[in-house]
Every structure is written in structure tokens, then in C-alpha cells.
């Protein structure tokens, strides 16, 4: 099945510990990005990547890394934690070829940050 | 910089009946698409239709319709005969074309089916 997987679901840590949320897609798409997701603002791009070692900052990238080290995976990494990164995340893929078809997601991950 | 705008939070329909929810978008770009993708309580992003904007023609799918007014930048979505399985969060998206490699989404609505 064709799909785009988030590990995890849901994730509470403290302020200042890291942590990665995964992303890993079967599709062999090229494009992959981070979307947040907050009450009243929507979603918003954190970073995306065009293809391997190919990646750029989006609308909110600040307190987050990624990298694009392999086609099918594309980690977000929270080095320092703070309580304003609370919330939902989206992994998002999709073919260079075919961006009129949208995006395919992951299941989102629950971020709580206290 | 592309904005998309959904000025209401929320809706209710009754079951059965025909709800349009409103989206307005900004670009200088002449070609483009645009989506809405529904999230259910399950959060699962689910794309509903898609709009290509060099095309003249409302797209459809199911009971699912949008009316894409190009010169005014406006792209609402109907959905008729309403289900209880509609109930969820919808976003509007746009995306260029050139170097589509991002949405931009509008604030939500949250749609109620009243049985």
C-alpha cells in the first residue's frame, strides 16, 4: 500500500530533550516536507526537500532540522525543545511529476512539549 | 507571497442537505491548483478534489463540487446530501505550479452534520 508513515502517533518529552520524528514514504516520491498544524493558522511549512540532500527552509522553520539523507526517509529533529513547538506535525509527500495529484500524508504525530 | 483565507471556523448542515464552505485565496501566479483535503477526528489528511486553474471547468467528484471563480479568486466547495461521515475539519490548499513543492493551507472549517 502506497503510503507515507510517522512515527509516533503521539510523543510528550520535557523542555530541552532532544527528539526526532520520523517520516519514511514507499511512493519513490522527490518531493517530501514538515507541516504544523495549530488552531486557526492551519498548517504551515517547516522545511521541504526536492530530492536527496536537497533541503530548504519553509514558513516556520526555526527550532527545527531535517535532513534528506535517503529518497524514502526524512526525519524532523527538535534539538532544544520548547513548549511553543507543542503541536500537530505532517509528514507529506509527493511526485515531482505529479504535484497536481497533492500531497499524500502521514497520520500526523501529537507533539506535547512541557 | 500566496494566502489562502477561510472565513468561517465553523459550519453546521442538517443531514441530507447542501452545505458550501467558502475559501479565498492571493497569488500573482496565472496558473496554479488548488485542493481541499478533509481531516476527520482520526486526523488522517484526506484529499477531497482538486482544481487545476488553467481549467475552465468546476471540478466534481461525487456529491463533492467546487466553484472556482478565477478573476476573483475564490474557490468555495459544495457538498450535497450531506452524511454524518462529512463531519470533520476542511482545509483549502493552493500550490504553484513552477517549484510546486508547498501548500498553502487555509485556517480550517470545522463542519458539523446535524442528524
Known amino acids: 500500500e502506497a503510503q507515507v508513515t510517522q512515527n509516533p502517533r503521539y510523543l510528550i518529552t520535557v523542555t530541552g530533550k532532544k527528539l526526532t520524528v520520523t517520516c519514511s514514504q514507499n511512493?519513490?516520491?522527490?518531493?517530501m516536507s514538515w507541516y504544523r498544524q495549530d488552531p486557526g493558522l492551519g498548517l504551515r511549512q517547516i522545511y521541504y526537500s526536492m530530492n536527496v540532500e536537497v533541503t530548504d527552509k519553509g514558513d516556520v522553520p526555526e527550532g527545527y532540522k531535517v535532513s534528506r539523507k535517503e529518497k524514502r526517509n526524512f526525519p524532523l529533529i527538535l534539538e532544544s525543545p520548547s513548549p511553543n513547538q507543542t503541536s500537530l506535525y505532517f509528514c507529506?509527500?509527493?511526485?515531482?511529476?505529479?504535484?497536481?495529484?497533492?500531497?499524500?500524508f502521514g497520520s500526523g504525530t501529537r507533539l506535547t512539549v512541557v | 507571497a500566496q494566502t489562502v483565507t477561510q472565513s468561517q471556523p465553523e459550519m453546521s448542515v442538517q443531514e441530507a442537505e447542501t452545505v458550501t464552505l467558502s475559501c479565498t485565496y492571493d497569488t500573482s501566479e496565472s496558473d496554479y491548483y488548488l485542493f481541499w483535503y478533509k481531516q476527520p477526528p482520526s486526523r488522517q489528511m484526506i484529499l477531497v478534489i482538486r482544481?487545476?486553474?488553467?481549467?475552465?471547468q468546476n471540478a466534481t467528484e461525487n456529491r463533492f463540487s467546487v466553484n472556482f471563480q478565477k478573476a476573483a479568486k475564490s474557490f468555495s466547495l459544495k457538498i450535497s446530501d450531506s452524511q454524518l461521515g462529512d463531519a470533520a475539519m476542511y482545509f483549502c490548499?493552493?500550490?504553484?505550479?513552477?517549484?510546486?513543492?508547498?501548500?498553502?493551507f487555509g485556517q480550517g472549517t470545522r463542519l458539523t452534520i446535524n442528524p
Open positions: 511512493m519513490n516520491h522527490e518531493y
Open positions: 482544481q487545476e486553474a488553467y481549467k475552465q
Open positions: 507529506a509527500s509527493s511526485s515531482r511529476q505529479e504535484t497536481n495529484y497533492g500531497y499524500t
Open positions: 490548499a493552493y500550490s504553484r505550479i513552477q517549484g510546486a513543492q508547498k501548500l498553502v
